[in-house]
T-cell receptor
Framework: QLQLQESGPGLVKPSETLSLTCTVS??????????WGWIRQPPGKGLEWIGS???????YYNPSLKSRVTISVDPSKKQFSLRLTSVTAADTAVYYC???????????WGQGILFTVSS | QSALTQPASVSGTPGQSITISCTGA?????????VSWYQQDPGKAPKLIIY???KRPSGVSDRFSGSRSGNTASLTISGLQAVDEADYYC??????????FGGGTRLTVL
């Protein structure tokens, strides 16, 4: 069964950059059928799609975050990554990585990682 | 790109059927049969329960069903059980390779 695991620092200061990595195991990141995505959930709030990446490196972003987000993929390491610049307290959330099917649903999710913005 | 609209909460008694609505726009739900639903228990990652409006992944109970009419999608849970108590989120393709989620609905089994 495919597994995804988020990793990265749990705390960053305001105005700094969030960097998270998702490692895929028990499956391949090379696929014409799937994309790989990031979703976040502020404490006590709903889900928000951040963006997705194809194994070729093609990226798709939420328009509301596009100016601050970069998602990249390293198929050789079976990893994809998220960078979010100029973070504020509003970026405090649990960040999930997930596999996105070509008909636009997330079928496998990581356990999530809490990322806190605080001075 | 605006979030899809879901009721904040719904409730029902065991054995009852409940429906959660998810209202979008012609630019998302109204244009694409690409609506998915997720169930989330507290402190856990979301779990896919419906995709492409009304398809169930392997292993998901047939008590869960989905539908779409116009700009609104719906999730129906029949034969409500205590184990169904959770948060539920809808999600739709919104064109230009983007996705939008609903605000979430908390289901309480009384």
């Amino acid at each position: 069964q495919l597994q995804l695991q988020e990793s990265g620092p749990g705390l960053v200061k305001p105005s700094e950059t969030l960097s998270l990595t998702c490692t895929v195991s028990r499956g391949s990141i090379y696929s014409s059928t799937y994309y790989w995505g990031w979703i976040r959930q502020p404490p006590g709030k709903g889900l928000e799609w951040i963006g997705s990446v194809y194994y070729t490196g093609s990226t798709y972003y939420n328009p509301s975050l596009k100016s601050r987000v970069t998602i990249s993929v390293d198929p050789s390491k079976k990893q994809f990554s998220l960078r979010l610049t100029s973070v504020t307290a509003a970026d405090t959330a649990v960040y999930y990585c997930a596999r996105l099917d070509s008909v636009w649903y997330f079928d496998y999710w990581g356990q999530g990682i809490l990322f806190t913005v605080s001075s | 790109q605006s979030a899809l609209t879901q009721p904040a909460s719904v409730s029902g008694t065991p054995g009852q059927s409940i429906t959660i609505s998810c209202t979008g726009a012609t630019s998302d739900i109204g244009s694409y049969k690409l609506v998915s639903w997720y169930q989330q228990d507290p402190g856990k990652a979301p779990k896919l329960i419906i995709y492409e409006v009304n398809k169930r992944p392997s292993g998901v109970s047939d008590r869960f069903s989905g539908s779409r009419s116009g700009n609104t999608a719906s999730l129906t849970i029949s034969g409500l059980q205590a184990v169904d108590e959770a948060d539920y989120y809808c999600c739709s393709y919104a064109g230009d390779s983007t996705l939008v989620f609903g605000g979430g609905t908390r289901l309480t089994v009384l």
